[in-house]
């Protein structure tokens, strides 16, 4: 018999709550099914230099060492209890913070919890191809750091589920590990966490723009009046912030590689830029269409009734609610949204409450925007003309009050032919896919070598330098 207290690193006093661990144990088996089918491929006998969080200390978050992943000692951490946290919004505004589930509410917070739960093996399911393909060992053994790190948020979100919501949270825990992403009859729950990620840019767009969706959603349950699952997501951000830098700084080093090599042969054709073997700017920015415009969706609609009773019952806050200035219960208040009207984009003033969802995405965008100018400042060092933009908010959307417009990037609306005219200009086409998967055929994985889209970072992982070996294969 395992002893999971020892297997399974927690601050939840898991020893001592027999009911919760013969849930975890039948869980247990099943997910390690489920990671050995579809965890990063052919990775499992891999000696992988990761961080293991083995409690939530300023010491103990970010142990390093080699670990086979399968081996890897994914625990449950919640970030400890303040006994005065009180509910902090809505109309149970002042109470003190729910330790268990009001009744009431058991079925919307269990919805949340799985839909969250849901993206973290998404993730994996779709990034599990990529090592055949890594661009240094160093990259590759990020990929892996993300991937069980997501496979720890489903532990994360599994706990509550088991913990507090007995068998129907059992039959949700066991659904969160039959969903496949991609798959017709039994796909995740949301759009992006469905779509493909084929690729390395792919993959670093995806991390930069979706993990962060992620930050934002974990940041609005972080304000749960239902105290598990606040300190849960608290404790999860800590991990979150380095998928969303090795996201950013993967498509900085291609950006600053694409920069060296068109600056030093006087390049700006994109066809002449592809022929030295680099990413061509053009097709980067078809990329961050894409992504940025997927990730827009899983905001959910710009008016929606569920986010304002979400918000209204306690169980999910704004961005940084308790730094926000206001009542906190938003009753009187309005909020800005979009809609489309003829062949014109029109603002329009709802009540705040109800466009929630449309607030939480424009504070994503905010961020956004900062992380694109930090891009944009390794082409302008590089002396070249090209400005990255971020696509208006209504462009490529498929939920909300675009959808079903026909939105240019720079936010004219028109018919679905203009459209379709300019869509290989504004996305990728299956011709950008092929091109950037020509320049992956195979791994690079000599240490400190790294593949010529790309150029290394400024620094190695934990101190260690850029050539160390990051991964063993054996
Ligand atoms: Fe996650
Ligand atoms: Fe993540």
Redesign the pocket.
């Known amino acids: 018999m395992i002893d999971y207290t020892e297997k399974i690193p927690n601050n939840v006093d898991l020893g001592r709550d027999r009911g919760l661990q013969r849930a975890l144990e039948h869980w247990q088996p099943a997910y390690m099914g489920w990671w050995y089918d579809m965890g990063p491929d052919e990775s499992h006998n891999y000696d992988v230099y990761l961080r293991t969080a083995i409690s939530v200390e300023p010491d103990g978050w970010a142990q390093f060492d080699y670990v086979k992943m399968p081996e890897y000692r994914w625990g449950i951490f919640l970030q400890p209890r303040d006994e005065n946290r009180q509910v902090n919004f809505g109309m149970h505004k002042g109470q003190a913070a729910w330790q268990e589930v009001p009744g009431e509410y058991r079925s919307t917070l269990r919805r949340v919890i799985v839909t969250q739960g849901d993206?973290?093996p998404a993730?994996v399911e779709q990034q599990r191809m990529l090592g055949a393909s890594c661009p240094s060992m160093y990259d590759l053994r990020n990929i892996f750091q993300v991937n069980v790190?997501?496979g720890r948020?489903?532990w994360a979100m599994v706990y509550l589920l088991h913990r507090y919501f007995g068998r129907d949270g059992r039959e949700e825990a066991e659904s969160l590990l039959a969903r496949r992403s991609g798959d017709a009859d039994n796909p995740r729950i949301l759009g992006a966490f469905n779509e493909p990620t084929p690729d390395w840019l792919a993959f670093y767009m995806f991390t930069f723009f979706t993990?962060r969706d992620?930050k934002f959603q974990?940041c609005a349950l972080a304000e749960s009046g239902f105290d598990p699952l606040a300190r849960t997501c608290r404790f999860?951000l800590t991990?979150?912030a380095h998928?969303m830098f090795v996201g950013e700084t993967g498509v900085t080093r291609i950006i600053k590689r694409t920069c060296e090599v068109m600056k030093e042969n006087k390049l700006e054709d994109p066809a002449q830029v592809r022929a030295m073997g680099v990413i061509d700017l053009q097709t980067i920015q078809r990329y961050l269409n894409f992504h940025y415009s997927v990730t827009l969706d899983l905001y959910g609609s710009d008016v929606s009734s569920n986010a304002a009773n979400y918000f209204t019952s306690g169980l999910k806050g704004r961005f940084r609610e308790t730094k926000l200035e206001d009542d906190h219960v938003l009753s009187d208040s309005e909020y800005s949204v979009f809609e489309v009207i003829g062949d014109k984009i029109v603002k329009k003033m709802v009540p705040a409450l109800t466009a929630l969802n449309e607030r939480l995405r424009d504070d994503y965008i905010e961020e956004i925007a900062d992380g694109v100018a930090r891009w944009q400042r390794v082409i302008d060092e590089a002396g070249i003309p090209f400005k990255l933009t971020l696509p208006h908010k209504g462009f490529h959307r498929a939920i909300g009050n675009f959808a079903g417009h026909h939105i240019s990037t720079t936010g004219e609306v028109l018919t679905a032919e203009a459209w379709k005219r300019h869509e290989h200009e504004w996305l990728p086409s299956a011709e950008d896919h092929k091109f950037v998967q020509s320049l992956m055929t195979g791994r690079v994985v000599e240490p400190g070598k790294f593949a010529n889209w790309i150029a290394p970072p400024v620094r190695g992982i934990n101190s260690k330098p850029l050539d160390f070996e990051y991964v063993r294969f054996n």
Do not use: V
Request: proline share 0%; no cysteine; hydrophobic share 20%.
């Open positions: 993206t973290e993730s790190e997501e948020h489903l993990d992620g974990l999860m991990e979150e998928h």
